[in-house]
């Protein structure tokens, strides 16, 4: 009989948290390279304005994992069918981009973008510049200052532009895009975990993106926007591991070292890493803001979602996020009869 694929030191680590609501709810996913799963669904959905359990097909914020798990997916799903090439230039794709402006980032790669070595800044406050509308418009001319190309800083913005290139070669804006099982842009807050009271919106979100910049852009966006319920995050960790998440030579780009501590679309295993210091140098993963993450590790043959609400109700709260990804990743690795 195989060893559960979650130990009972997993399980007691996530429910001493949510029992005594340090962390509001948590859902674990488990995947071996054999397709073996195995999953974990404690605490609640929402604390506040009232309790609500925590149920394995609620939607949570994914946040940042809409990075990887759609733009970068998307950006390569575009190379595949010929509309694109990592190595085009912004310019080719928006032309408009800055048009008045001598700016080198009109230069700037889609790898770059990518790989967040573009030499953009890692964060403006877009949702204080006015509605809609006018945050889109002015986000394509805005001047910004540019470091020079190639040290990485993790940067929504790359991510923001990676997105408006999709919509450009389809044709189509990002909530419209296709999506697998379990993944929306366009969640039911009946169904939705609840993340923070928000101090902008004034009110507890639940079916909202969390994300005030992608959210002051119609929720969607190409750095925030996407939802996921366990079982569809698992999935796209499943198909990370064993194949199919996109055609082999797609796929093997997307995991590969790519630039310092980073692939295409992930980080890689490295010193303090989220994914835990028993992951091997092959291992591979991405966090979201809200509290979710996933992390493939193929030298083990284990992929692993671990999906929280912890910025409930509020971001300020006590609970170190990472210390507890590292924990959860190791406990998982060390597993009785696992490859760790």
Request: hydrophobic share 45%; net charge neutral; with cysteine.
């Amino acid at each position: 009989m195989n060893p559960p694929l979650i130990p009972a030191r997993t399980r007691d680590l996530l429910a001493h948290l949510t029992d005594r609501r340090a962390l509001p709810g948590a859902a674990l996913g488990v995947v071996d390279a054999a397709g073996q799963r195995e999953t974990l669904v404690l605490g609640h959905a929402a604390l506040f304005p009232q309790a609500a359990p925590l149920e394995e097909t609620h939607l949570f914020d994914l946040a940042s994992l809409t990075k990887p798990l759609f733009t970068a997916r998307e950006v390569l799903r575009a190379a595949e069918d010929g509309l694109l090439d990592l190595d085009d230039p912004l310019s080719r794709h928006l032309p408009e981009l800055a048009w008045m402006q001598d700016t080198p980032l009109k230069a700037r790669t889609l790898r770059q973008l990518m790989t967040h070595t573009a030499g953009l800044p890692a964060w403006v406050p877009l949702y204080t510049w006015g509605d809609e509308a006018t945050i889109r418009a002015r986000f394509m001319q805005e001047p910004w200052t540019l470091a020079e190309p190639g040290p990485v800083v993790y940067s929504d913005l790359g991510y923001m532009l990676l997105g408006r290139v999709l919509e450009r070669v389809r044709g189509v804006p990002l909530r419209d895009f296709p999506l697998p099982a379990g993944l929306t842009f366009t969640p039911d807050p009946a169904r939705s975990v609840a993340t923070e009271r928000c101090a902008w919106r004034e009110r507890v979100l639940r079916g909202e993106t969390h994300d005030e910049n992608a959210g002051a852009q119609g929720g969607v966006a190409g750095h925030a926007g996407l939802f996921g319920t366990l079982a569809g995050v698992l999935d796209q960790a499943e198909a990370l591991l064993r194949g199919g998440w996109l055609s082999p030579a797609a796929q093997a780009a997307a995991a590969r070292p790519a630039a310092p501590e980073r692939t295409l679309a992930f980080v890689q295993a490295c010193a303090g890493w989220s994914g835990g210091s028993l992951c091997s140098p092959a291992a591979f993963g991405h966090t979201g803001f809200t509290g979710t993450g996933v992390w493939v590790d193929p030298q083990a043959g284990l992929a692993w979602t671990l999906l929280t609400n912890r910025v409930h109700p509020s971001r300020h709260t006590s609970i170190d996020i990472q210390d507890l990804r590292r924990r959860v990743g190791n406990t998982l690795l060390a597993r009785p009869g696992g490859a760790g």
